[in-house]
C-alpha cells in the first residue's frame, strides 16, 4: 500500500500510522475510542472497516451466592496445619472448603462488531490514521484518485453515542454497505426502516444481561436504502452514523433506551456533537499538560509515525517526546474508560474482543484493579476515581456476607477478584491467589487517598464507613502467632510460592509481608479519620492497639524485605509480583529519609527480582517504575520506563502483559508521575527522580497530597519554575531537589510562584 511520507501535524499528542490495522491480527494496532461506557477498536481500513465494540455492562450471567457454607467448619483445621508446617494438607483442605461455589466469577463479553464494506476503492495513493489524544478524535484519511476520503470517530459522553463523519472531497463519492454482528449470545439483527439496524440479545447464562445497540445512517445525499440485515449507501459525499446502546444491568427496556437515545442525538449537527463532545473531554484531559526533551533530541520525531517511533525505542534510541506522550494516552485511557456513572476500568479498560477473555477480562484486586487508578489523583483526573469508589460500595454487602458465612467475622471482606456483580468470594482454585482475603482492605485505601489529595470533609464522612468494615474485618480474623504477633491467616503472598526447609513447595501461609503492610496503611488512614471527623475514638485506639502488634518490614538472609513471615527461599525469585514491596509503593512505610535501612533491603528486593528476570509483564515493569522512584534513584526509574517500551508496548501503545492489558498503562503513566512529584511523606517533593535523559521540560497541573496543584519547569536537569495553586488552603511543605525545605501557609484559590526563571 503506498503511503504519506510525513506527519504534517505539529501537535504532540497523537498517534498516528501509515497503515491500516490488520483485519484478522490488527486488534494490536487498532485505536481506542471509549466515554466511559462504551469503548470501539478502530481498524481503519479501506476496502474494509472494522470497528470492535463493546459496553461496560455486556457481561456473562447473573448474581450468584458463591459463598462456601463450610469454610468455617474447616477453618480452624486449616490455620493449624499452616502452623505446624503441614503446608500441602492445608492446600488440599482449603481446595475443598475456601473455594467459591462454583470456583468462577462472571465475564466480561464484546457487544460486537461493526462492519464496512466499501466499493471501487482500489490501493490508496496516500494515506494517515490518527488517533488525537487532546481532543479524544480518530481520523482515517486516504486518496483514491483525485479524491480524499475521511472517516472521523469519536464516542461523545455528553449524547452517549458512537459518532461516524464520512466525507469525499473530489470527483468521486462514498459507496458501501454496513453490517452489525455479534459471534455469541447473538438473537437477530433487523433493519428498522430504510436508514437504521438494530441488534439485541442477550449474553448468555441465567438471569442475563440483555443488550440492544442501534445505528443509523444520515446521509447529506446520495442513496441509503435497507437490504437484508445491511444497510446500504450509494454515491454519497457526506454522511453521519450514530450508534446507541443500552443494557438490562441499568435500564429495564435496553431497546426503548437505546432509541431514545439516538433520537436525541439526532437532533444535534455534526459539528455540535462534535462541540460538546471536546468540551467536555478536554475539561479532564486539558487538565495536564506535559513535554520533555534533552539536549540531542530530535523534534522532527514527531513526524514519524507511532510505531517507527516505538521501533526506534526498542532499538535503542531515545525519545524523550514519546516517553511525554504515552504518559498523556495513560490519562486518555482512564478518561476512556472510567466516568462517573459507569463501571470502572477492568483488566483491558474496556476494551475486549474475545468472548472469554484472558483472566475473564473482569477486577483482579491483588494489584491490577488498583493500578489501574494509581494516576486518577495525581494526574488531575479525580472524577474517574468515582467508578471505583461505586464498586466498592456495591462489594460491601456481598462481603459482609462473605466475612461472616466463611470466616465469622464482623465487617466485609473480598479476596483477588470481582466481577460486575460485587462479587467476594473467592475466585478459581489456584493456590497463589485464590485464599488472600486482603482485597476489600487494599481497595479502600483509594477511599483514603482521594481524601489525601482533595481535602474533601464531605466525601471522607461518607467514605470512613467503609473503611471501618474493612479493618473490622481485619481485627476479627488476625490471630496471633507462636512470636506473639498478630496475623492473617490462611493467606498468601499474591501469587508467589516459597521453599519449605524440607524442600516441599508452598503457596498458602501466615502473615505474608504484604498483608502486614496493608493493614497497616488501613489502620492508621482510620485512626487518621476518626480524628479528622471527630469520631470513633475509642475504635481508633483499639486499631492503633493492635498496630503494636502487627509485624513490621524485616530484611532477610540476602538483606532483601522478607515475603513471609518466615525467611523462606523463593521458588522463583523472578516472580512479577513484587508483593513485599508494598511498603515502599503504594504504601508509605519505607522511605529513603525515615527508614534509610529498609531502603536499602527495597532496593536489594528490587535487584534481585530483576537480575533473576522480573519485569517481564507489562504491569509488573510499571510497578517497578513507580518503585525506583520512590527510591529517588533517577536512572534505575528511566532505565524501567524505556524498557517497558521496548518489552511491553504494543504498536497502539496499549500495555502488552502479554496479552494486553491495560494496567500497564496506568502504572506506568503513574510511575512517570512519580518520577517529576511525590507528596506521600507529609511534603511535596519535586522532581525526586528526574533522569539525564531529561534535561529540559515542563508539567502543568498535576495534583499532590493536601489539594495543591503543580506547574514545574525544568532546564539542564535544573528546577527553574514552580508555581502551586491551594484548593483547600492549609500548610504547603516543598521539598526541592537540592534538598532545601519552604514551608507557608496558603489560602484556597491562590496561586503561589515558588520559583520563577531568573530567581
Not at 162 to 169: D, L, N, P, R, S
Not at 301 to 318: F, I, M, Q, S, W
Not at 572 to 593: C, D, M, N
Amino acid at each position: 500500500m503506498a503511503s504519506t511520507g510525513t506527519n504534517p501535524k505539529k501537535t504532540r499528542n497523537v498517534l498516528w500510522y501509515k497503515e491500516p490495522a490488520g483485519i484478522y491480527n490488527g486488534w494490536e494496532c487498532a485505536l481506542p475510542l471509549g466515554n466511559g461506557r462504551i469503548g470501539a477498536m478502530v481498524y481503519g481500513g479501506v476496502e474494509n472497516e472494522l470497528i470492535r465494540l463493546n459496553e461496560d455492562s455486556i457481561w456473562y450471567g447473573g448474581p450468584r451466592d458463591r459463598n462456601n457454607p463450610d469454610a468455617l467448619r474447616y477453618l480452624k483445621t486449616i490455620r493449624n496445619l499452616i502452623s505446624e508446617g503441614r503446608i500441602s494438607e492445608a492446600e488440599n483442605l482449603a481446595a475443598v472448603a475456601l473455594s467459591g461455589i462454583p470456583e468462577s466469577q462472571r465475564h466480561y463479553q464484546p457487544l460486537g462488531e461493526l462492519y464496512l464494506t466499501f466499493e471501487n476503492h482500489g490501493n490508496p495513493s496516500y494515506y494517515r490514521r490518527e488517533l488525537d489524544i487532546d481532543n479524544a478524535v480518530s481520523k482515517v484519511e486516504y486518496r483514491i484518485g483525485d479524491t480524499l476520503y475521511t472517516r472521523e470517530m469519536f464516542i461523545s459522553r455528553p449524547q452517549q453515542v458512537f459518532v461516524i463523519k464520512m466525507k469525499a472531497e473530489g470527483s468521486g463519492s462514498i459507496s458501501f454497505r454496513t453490517l452489525l454482528r455479534r459471534a455469541r449470545y447473538f438473537e437477530r439483527a433487523d433493519c428498522v426502516g430504510h436508514s437504521t439496524l438494530k441488534m439485541s440479545g442477550s449474553c448468555g447464562g441465567e438471569n442475563a444481561i440483555k443488550y440492544c445497540t442501534v445505528m443509523r445512517i444520515i446521509p447529506e445525499n446520495g442513496n441509503l436504502e435497507a437490504i437484508g440485515e445491511h444497510l446500504v449507501v450509494r454515491e454519497s459525499k457526506s454522511l453521519m452514523i450514530l450508534l446507541s446502546v443500552a443494557t438490562s444491568f441499568r435500564h429495564s427496556d435496553p431497546e426503548k433506551e437505546s432509541f431514545r437515545i439516538l433520537e436525541e442525538a439526532e437532533n444535534y449537527t455534526y459539528d455540535e456533537l462534535l462541540k460538546n463532545h471536546i468540551e467536555d473531554y478536554r475539561s479532564l484531559f486539558g487538565r495536564v499538560d506535559f513535554y520533555i526533551s534533552n539536549d540531542s533530541a530530535d523534534e522532527g520525531l514527531n513526524a514519524l509515525p507511532t510505531d517507527e517511533r516505538l521501533e526506534r525505542v526498542k532499538a535503542g534510541n531515545d525519545d524523550p517526546g514519546l516517553v511525554s506522550l504515552y504518559c498523556q494516552f495513560g490519562r486518555y485511557l482512564l478518561i476512556s474508560s472510567s466516568r462517573p456513572g459507569t463501571l470502572p476500568s477492568n483488566l483491558q479498560g474496556i476494551w475486549n474482543k474475545d468472548y472469554l477473555p484472558p483472566w475473564d477480562s473482569k477486577y483482579t484486586i491483588n494489584i491490577n484493579t488498583q493500578m489501574n487508578y494509581w494516576p486518577a489523583e495525581v494526574c488531575n483526573l479525580s472524577e474517574c476515581h468515582l467508578p471505583l469508589f461505586d464498586l466498592i460500595e456495591r462489594m460491601r454487602e456481598n462481603g459482609r456476607r462473605t466475612a461472616r458465612v466463611m470466616y465469622n467475622c464482623r465487617g466485609f471482606c473480598a479476596h483477588h477478584n470481582t466481577d460486575i456483580w460485587a462479587d467476594t468470594a473467592p475466585q478459581d482454585i489456584y493456590f497463589g491467589a485464590t485464599y488472600w482475603p486482603m482485597g476489600a482492605a487494599w481497595l479502600c485505601l483509594h477511599l483514603w487517598e482521594h481524601y489525601e489529595f482533595t481535602c474533601d470533609r464531605e466525601f471522607l464522612a461518607k467514605a470512613y464507613p467503609t473503611m471501618k468494615e474493612a479493618a473490622e474485618f481485619l481485627l476479627d480474623y488476625l490471630i496471633e502467632d507462636d512470636k506473639g504477633r498478630l496475623v492473617t491467616s490462611p493467606s498468601v503472598s499474591p501469587e508467589n510460592t516459597y521453599i519449605l526447609p524440607n524442600g516441599e513447595k508452598g503457596r498458602l501461609c501466615q502473615g505474608p509481608s504484604m498483608d502486614s503492610q496493608i493493614i497497616h496503611e488501613l489502620f492508621t488512614a482510620c485512626i487518621r479519620s476518626a480524628e479528622i471527623l471527630n469520631t470513633d475514638g475509642e475504635f481508633a485506639a483499639e486499631l492503633a492497639g493492635v498496630l503494636e502488634r502487627i509485624p513490621k518490614p524485616e530484611s532477610g538472609r540476602y538483606g532483601q524485605i522478607k515475603e513471609w513471615s518466615e525467611d523462606y527461599e523463593e521458588a522463583e525469585p523472578g516472580h512479577r509480583h513484587i508483593s513485599h514491596l508494598f511498603a515502599l509503593h503504594p504504601g508509605k512505610q519505607i522511605s529513603v529519609h525515615r527508614t534509610p535501612e529498609l531502603a536499602k533491603a527495597a532496593r536489594v528486593t528490587l535487584e534481585r527480582r530483576l537480575a533473576h528476570g522480573g519485569g517481564h509483564t507489562g504491569w509488573s515493569r510499571a510497578w517497578i517504575i513507580n518503585m525506583w522512584a520512590r527510591l529517588e534513584d533517577a536512572e534505575k526509574a528511566y532505565e524501567n520506563v524505556m524498557e517497558l517500551l521496548r518489552r511491553s508496548t504494543l504498536p497502539n501503545l496499549l500495555d502488552n502483559h502479554p496479552p494486553f492489558q491495560i494496567d500497564g498503562n496506568f502504572g506506568g503513566t503513574a510511575g512517570i508521575a512519580e518520577m517529576l512529584v511525590q507528596s506521600h511523606e507529609g511534603m511535596i517533593t519535586l522532581l525526586p527522580a528526574l533522569p539525564k535523559a531529561w534535561t529540559k521540560g515542563y508539567i502543568r497541573g498535576l495534583r499532590v497530597r493536601g489539594g495543591f496543584e503543580l506547574d514545574l519547569e525544568w532546564e539542564r536537569g535544573k528546577l527553574v519554575k514552580v508555581s502551586v495553586l491551594s484548593t483547600c488552603g492549609g500548610t504547603c511543605r516543598i521539598r526541592k531537589p537540592d534538598g532545601e525545605v519552604t514551608e507557608f501557609e496558603t489560602e484556597k484559590g491562590r496561586v503561589y510562584e515558588i520559583m520563577a526563571p531568573g530567581k
